[in-house]
């Protein structure tokens, strides 16, 4: 019996475990600082595969996150190497596709397999919540550099970018942290908004053209 559920999808654990060690396992060597937290997230994801062959981390790891795991690897990996090559169009596109692939497995860890036990908040909850953190993260900070940097000087850019964030503030409710810092930034992008109605408005008075006494007297008479 104990060996039937071991072997149970041992074509994926097997697939999890290679995928980890050859796209994965480096990262536990980030260098110490803001980015230590890569190497928490995937010491953890070190326990994942080994905790996929024991029942309780198979009814999730293999059972419903299942080719999932696999694909966020390579993608990641493949994302790692075209932005390392400078394609960064194709680094873009592929950071989508993490993105989608870990929000997916988070949503379903998080909102169909409540943890059953330490091992299960360890092994599974914690790493995909970290790195679905650490996704949105790197995203908000992303999003709000380019909607500075399109803000300036362009009230109909300044609106639109404010609109968006508001709108990101409203419906992002599934991440505290994307909700309150859409916020923080779309109150701040307001102040940009009303600078460049303020410049437009100075502009629009600077544009004129001031007429002396003499200038507005009559031609004739």
Same mark, same amino acid.
């Given at each position: 019996?104990?060996?039937?559920?071991w072997?149970?999808?041992?074509? $994926?654990?097997?697939?999890?475990?290679?995928?980890?060690f050859?796209?994965l396992?480096?990262?536990?060597?980030?260098?110490?600082?803001?980015?230590?937290?890569?190497?928490? !997230?995937?010491?953890?994801?070190l326990?994942?595969?080994?905790? =996929?062959f024991?029942?309780?981390?198979?009814?999730?790891?293999?059972?419903?996150?299942?080719?999932r795991?696999? $694909?966020?690897?390579?993608?990641?990996?493949?994302?790692?190497?075209?932005?390392?090559? =400078?394609?960064y !169009?194709v680094?873009?596109?592929?950071?989508?596709?993490?993105?989608?692939?870990v929000?997916? !497995?988070?949503?379903i860890v998080?909102?169909?397999?409540?943890? =059953?036990?330490?091992?299960?908040?360890?092994?599974?909850?914690?790493?995909?919540s970290?790195?679905?953190?650490?996704?949105?993260?790197?995203?908000?900070?992303?999003?709000?550099?380019?909607?500075f940097?399109?803000?300036e000087?362009? $009230?109909?850019?300044?609106?639109?970018?404010?609109?968006?964030?508001?709108? !990101?503030f409203?419906h =992002?409710?599934?991440?505290a942290?994307?909700?309150?810092s859409a916020?923080?930034?779309?109150? $701040?992008?307001?102040v940009?908004?009303?600078?460049?109605?303020?410049?437009?408005?100075?502009?629009?008075?600077?544009?004129?053209?001031?007429?002396?006494?003499?200038?507005?007297?009559?031609l004739?008479?």
């Amino acid at each position: 019996m104990a060996d039937s559920t071991w072997k149970d999808g041992i074509l $994926l654990k097997i697939t999890n475990v290679l995928v980890y060690f050859l796209f994965l396992g480096s990262n536990i060597y980030t260098p110490p600082g803001p980015f230590l937290i890569w190497s928490l !997230i995937h010491v953890l994801l070190l326990g994942t595969v080994i905790y =996929q062959f024991f029942p309780g981390g198979k009814a999730t790891v293999v059972d419903a996150i299942s080719w999932r795991f696999p $694909l966020l690897a390579i993608l990641n990996a493949v994302y790692i190497n075209v932005w390392a090559s =400078q394609h960064y !169009i194709v680094a873009f596109i592929f950071s989508l596709l993490v993105s989608s692939a870990v929000t997916h !497995i988070y949503y379903i860890v998080k909102k169909h397999h409540s943890p =059953q036990s330490y091992a299960d908040e360890l092994f599974i909850h914690l790493p995909f919540s970290l790195y679905h953190w650490m996704d949105n993260c790197v995203w908000t900070k992303v999003f709000v550099f380019l909607a500075f940097f399109f803000l300036e000087g362009d $009230l109909p850019a300044s609106i639109a970018i404010a609109w968006s964030l508001w709108a !990101i503030f409203v419906h =992002q409710k599934s991440s505290a942290f994307v909700h309150w810092s859409a916020l923080a930034f779309a109150i $701040l992008a307001l102040v940009w908004v009303l600078k460049g109605a303020f410049g437009l408005f100075h502009r629009g008075r600077g544009g004129r053209v001031a007429l002396g006494d003499e200038e507005r007297a009559p031609l004739v008479g």
